[in-house]
């Protein structure tokens, strides 16, 4: 006898964790432990999707073990050579770590507030063991705040990076008509596969100088930026803001590099929606030339902090 009962179909993100306080809402998903939406008094404040919908250019995705990309996936720690899957195969890359696609389970829910955890297993191209939890907490003068957490629960030294990958949207319909502002004198040159190039230049004179607020306009960025400068309160505050509204985000202490980029490579639809500000403890590729890699030592456990609130005008 066949059985013919149809199961409850499952959204691609898995379970769907709801969180409010105040005019914000949240929802963070099992998959990856994924912000899939952020909103105040209903209104988006990040580039969002469906639950069924896998989440579009890394969209609210958290990276760990690295953020951003590793040339040709290899690299070296401790005099060992390491060959990572090419997840990103059209330009030969492993790109933003191995926890995104991962199931992460609940560990704490209560209204404002969801705690997921995640154990990352050693496995071909990264033997280590990583022990991982993220909270998303609301707050309603403060927004979202965003703490991960990473122990090395194995036996042997970790190489180890976190990012996260928010879309900022102010309300405009197109990045053009927001400016944005970036607490940033350095840029990082890159090639076409994404793959530093050189070090760290000197914002001035570039049309990578934000510093002050000013139009986007037609400017392309898909480049990381460093030598922040932090606010009185220790963190480092980036804002999008349009005739819509003002919409912040702000990077903890740990992370010395942030991420822009306009979605110019986006597909239909989302292509210079919303601008991606992420925040990263290192630059692209880490694992390759050590900058800013951390390496955990067994028992050993480091938190970072972000977030993003709506500013009033």
């Known amino acids: 006898m066949v059985d013919m009962t149809k199961l409850t179909s499952i959204p691609l993100t898995g379970a769907q964790f709801p969180i409010t306080a105040g005019d914000y809402t949240a929802t963070v998903t099992e998959l990856g432990a994924g912000l899939r939406e952020l909103r105040y008094r209903d209104r988006p404040v990040i580039a969002d999707y469906g639950p069924d919908e896998l989440p579009p250019g890394a969209a609210g995705q958290l ?8 040339d040709g996936g290899r690299y070296f ?3 060992t050579s390491y060959q990572l899957d090419l997840s990103e195969p059209a330009h030969g890359n492993a790109i933003h770590g191995l ?8 560990a704490g829910y209560s209204p404002g507030t969801l705690r997921m955890r995640h154990m990352l297993y050693g496995r071909p191209g990264y033997p280590f063991c990583l022990d991982l939890s993220a909270e998303y907490r609301l707050s309603a003068a403060d927004g979202l705040q965003v703490s991960v957490t990473a122990s090395n629960a194995g036996s042997r030294p970790a190489p180890f990076g976190a990012g996260a990958h ?4 102010a309300g405009a319909p197109e990045v053009d008509e927001c400016e944005l502002l970036l607490p940033a004198a350095a840029w990082l040159p890159a090639d076409e596969r994404g793959i530093p190039r050189g070090r760290p230049q000197d914002v001035a004179g570039t049309p990578y100088d934000f510093r002050e607020p000013r139009p986007v306009s037609g400017t392309r960025i898909d480049h990381a930026f460093t030598a922040l400068t932090p606010s009185p309160d220790g963190n480092t505050w980036a804002e999008v803001s349009c005739a819509q509204g003002r919409v912040a985000l702000w990077a903890g202490q740990g992370y010395r590099w942030l991420q822009v980029f306009t979605g110019d490579g986006l597909g239909p639809g989302r292509r210079r929606r919303a601008i991606a500000i992420e925040p990263m403890t290192c630059p692209p590729n880490a694992f390759v030339t050590g900058t800013d890699l951390l390496i955990l030592q067994p028992g050993d456990s480091i938190t970072y902090a972000w977030g993003i609130c709506v500013r009033q005008s």
């Not at 990276?63 to 590793?70: M, S």
């Not at 926890?99 to 609940?106: F, I, P």
């Open 63 to 70: 990276l760990a073990p690295w953020p951003n990309r590793i």
């Open 77 to 79: 720690v401790g005099g």
């Open 99 to 106: 926890t995104r696609w991962a199931v992460w389970q609940e």
């Open 166 to 169: 928010p879309y900022l949207t």
